[in-house]
């Protein structure tokens, strides 16, 4: 058995909102959607026009840098619209389902008789090899390169994050045929991470052609990026590889069946949902059908929709689409509403990391959280708390400190190759200063990667 990695440092936030481990089929939704903004630094270039008939597979736009990077519809039906944002950018391409999906067929293929680069080309072709994500950067792999090691974690520790166990059950063997494609893309291993007491599935615990390791501790135990850095940290040229367990789920049935098949198990929870489930739905679901008449009515209270968690996702409108890499729907409270003195009224129903609240004496305790930050940007001061949280041998301050100032060479010296902006989510969190780390993180990388260019 491996070794047990012990995660000291971080912070797990008690939220209410559990989901119930009961599996149910979502409605089919009217419409579907593929976010170009999911896809960091992509500059999207269509292939359909309004009115187009597709299949599930068909491909509706790619990648003006790299033409090869294609992204097709997940569901069949009719490409409906194009919404851009602010400088015309493209936020969504919009599809309106069938009743029914047809497939365009990739052809079957057995991964063991097929070279690395006739698995690229499949991968390509599908739309499926956004998938898969870089580090350094956080961004799309490069098919041109060949990873040190590719990381899976099968295990979250986000606040109320789907149980992965549950989420396996009864597609161990497809898991498995993805760990095989898998593991002939890379020259090293294929790491599968899993929680060394919780993780019961022998689909994880029982994979072939892996490397596995054990974790427990709080999150962020279960971010890929911090099992990158307990059991293979990034040096600067190092180019790792990284997925999540759907995805290697989805990229096992294109081999397997032929097909881009994109459903994949969701949950959806958080203390604004009356009935917290688990539903077989397709990516790119549109969030109402996950939601009508299952959202708390409380006057004077709005509710906040995340695609993701509430760390690192992403606030959508009520009607909004489930992003590309997100298994998860959280809704919980706006907090828009003023609150007069509200840090300084002690108060058993507020979250504090230093207890400054007296809800400390009741660890058992789950709270009701909003998304009120209770004050502005404030001076960036030394307070020792980021550390408290950020399990990495990184200093979480100075870095963001050399970002800020644009020092390439400090930047390097502090780690930059080895964080994503969703490691920084706790610090952001327990940041008094109301600093938004994780923006800042993804302008470093970003700068970082155009020095390099």
Known sequence: MSEIIHIKRGLDIPLRGDADKILQTQPRSANYAIRPTDFHGLFPKMLVEEGDKVKAGTPLFFDKNNEEVVFTSPVSGTYKELIRGAKRRILEVRIEADPEDEYVNFGTADPAA?????????????????????????????????????????????????????????????????????????????HLSVHGKNTMSK??????????????????????????????????????????????????????KGIY???????????????????????????????????????????????????????????????????????IPEG???ELLGWLI??????????????????WKKFRLNTNIRSGERPFVVTGIYEKVFPMDIMPMQLIKSIMINDIDMMEKLGIYEVAPEDFALPEFVCPSKIEMQTIVREGLDSIKKEFE
């Not at 070279?115 to 350094?136: F, M, N, T, V």
């Not at 979250?156 to 989420?167: R, S």
């Not at 396996?168 to 993805?178: A, I, K, L």
């Not at 009356?274 to 790119?284: F, L």
């Open 203 to 256: 689909a994880f615990t029982e994979a072939k052609n892996m490397a596995l390791h054990r974790f427990t501790g709080p999150h962020p135990a279960g971010n890929v990026g911090t099992q990158i850095h307990h059991v293979k940290p990034i040096n600067k040229g190092d180019i790792v590889w990284y997925l999540n367990v759907q995805d290697v789920i989805i990229i096992g049935r294109l081999f397997e």
């Open 114 to 190: 097929l070279s690395r680069d006739e698995i690229k080309e499949k991968l390509l072709k599908s739309g499926l090899w956004p998938a898969i994500r870089q580090r350094p950067y956080s961004v799309i792999a490069s098919h041109h390169d060949t990873p040190r090691d590719i990381f899976i974690s099968a295990f979250k520790t986000t606040p109320l994050a789907p149980d992965m166990d549950f989420v396996v059950n009864g597609q161990e063997d497809t898991f498995q045929t993805g760990l095989n494609i898998l593991n002939k893309l890379t020259d090293g291993d294929v």
């Open 261 to 331: 098949d994109a459903s994949k198990v969701i949950v959806l929870n958080g203390s604004e949902v009356i009935k917290p489930r688990y539903y077989r739905a397709i990516n790119g679901v549109n969030i109402s059908a996950l939601t009508d008449n299952n959202i708390r009515k409380e006057e004077g209270t709005t509710p906040r929709f995340i695609s993701g968690d509430v760390l690192s996702g992403e606030k959508v409108a009520p009607d909004g689409f489930l992003g590309f890499y997100d298994d998860q729907v959280t809704v």
């Open 336 to 338: 828009d509403e003023p």
């Open 346 to 363: 002690p108060k058993l129903e507020k979250f504090s990391v230093s207890r400054t609240f007296f809800s400390f004496l009741m660890p």
